[in-house]
């Protein structure tokens, strides 16, 4: 099936979810996990409950784990409790030449979705627009807790190491063990990161004697002096396009590997012109993107179209 390998056809605007679905397509795991939700809620459908939260704890467990990758996930998540192919019940009646933009269709070829179901899932979120987040905002009450319980801990950590140091040094006296560099006062910023990669901390602004110009100069160069060097400023780039459809053709490379050898006069044209050393190469990177889009799963996990039709399994 074409669709399987030749992804050229796909516009641009599909590329990334495109490829975290078709890379999905390659789980077992995820599969297997469509399976389960689907088995799991059938019989609630059947009872007219399928409105009920899964009690299912291995499920919601293995659910969170590909919703670690983020918002990403809803690419091939959204519609997990459809039926094949279907829709939840209460989904609203069509009018005359509409077609639902979502149903169980996972883990069919992307290609095969409706155009309208291929632009709703193409739309991937983002903490911006959903939360939505900010840039700068005060910190809430729990915050300030946290970060005083924080700080209080890293003075204790502080004191019991410098008591240490003067029950080890009985004959010294504090002036002689700080001029040794023995005792140590740190000077504890009161900052938290959150797994979030925010930061929350406590600010001083003097309102009343500096305009707002004035703050707002002094913010950035604030800003600039102290951000995190673990989280460099977001360029907006990311990954170019260019770079998706690569790994979209090279899933397609190890699929006609896997469907045919490459002397195999069923094996595509297109790539086969590419030559047999290149396709193989292919097939690795392929596997390298695999993890890393899904980087939840163990290491030796193989996309399920890893193994060549030749035997070749390495």
């Known amino acids: 099936m074409e669709a399987e390998w030749n992804f050229d056809s796909v516009p641009d605007g599909e590329l990334v979810a495109c490829c975290y679905w078709e890379y999905a397509r390659e789980s077992a795991f995820i599969r297997g996990l469509r399976q389960r939700s689907w088995e799991h809620w059938k019989p609630l459908y059947v009872k007219d409950q399928w409105w009920n939260e899964p009690e299912d704890e291995s499920l919601h467990a293995d659910l969170q784990k590909v919703q670690s990758i983020g918002y990403p996930a809803e690419v091939f998540l959204h519609g997990i409790s459809c039926p094949p192919d279907g829709v939840l019940p209460d989904a ?100 938290l990161y959150w797994a979030g990669r925010g930061e929350v901390t406590v600010v001083s602004i003097q309102w009343a004697t500096f305009t707002d110009d004035a703050i707002a100069s002094y913010l950035r160069k604030w800003v600039k002096a102290n951000r995190p060097t673990h989280l460099p400023a977001p360029d907006g780039k990311g990954k170019k396009l260019s770079d998706w459809r690569v790994a979209l053709n090279r899933l397609g490379i190890m699929r006609a590997l896997h469907a045919h050898t490459f002397a195999d006069h069923r094996f ?18 392929a596997v390298a993107r695999f993890h890393e889009l899904f980087p939840f799963l163990p290491k030796e996990a193989k996309p399920l179209s890893w193994q060549t039709k030749g035997g070749r399994s390495g």
Request: net charge positive; charged share 35%.
């Open 92 to 191: 609203l009646p069509l009018k005359r030449g509409e077609v639902y933009r979502l149903t169980g269709s996972f883990p069919k070829p992307w290609q095969a979705l409706t155009a309208a179901e291929r632009t709703y899932r193409s739309h991937i979120g983002t903490d911006v627009e959903r939360i939505p987040l900010v840039p700068f905002r005060r910190g809430l009450s729990l915050d300030a807790k946290d970060i005083a319980e924080w700080v209080a801990a890293r003075r204790r950590e502080a004191d019991a190491a410098n008591d240490r140091v003067r029950r080890a040094n009985p004959g010294k006296t504090e002036e002689a063990l700080c001029r040794e560099g023995k005792l140590q006062f740190p000077d504890i910023q009161p900052s």
């Open 268 to 285: 595509p044209v297109a790539l086969k012109d590419r030559g047999e050393k290149h396709c193989y190469t292919a097939r690795k990177a």
